[in-house]
């Protein structure tokens, strides 16, 4: 039977520029940093989480999986608090918050051009 979600895999062309984004800009933890075969296996995640994302640059056709649309969910309190917190860190949003069924949403994108959802729940 599967228990959980361990990690969640995230492309990325540059580890560092990752890992400074997702815990400068972000505010997530480093859970792991250790040299793998081919660059570095990093975990990060919100304070308290327990899925992990793994910002990587080492699998085959890496380079067509950088920039797309996540699908990831990241959920906070105040949407509207965050969202100006991170516009002015620079984060770019491809969709202010917006009221929906079920709460409210934003899209921002990481420095690599991978697209995230925030969500008020």
Known sequence: MITRTASIGVPVTDQEAALEFFVGVLGFEKRVDVPAERGRWIEVAPPGAETVLTPYTWLDHHDDQVGVFTRIVLECQDLIALHAELVAKGVEFELAPTESAGG??????????????????
């Open 104 to 121: 409210r949403f934003a899209h921002f994108k990481d420095p690599f051009g991978n697209l995230y959802v925030l969500a008020e729940l």
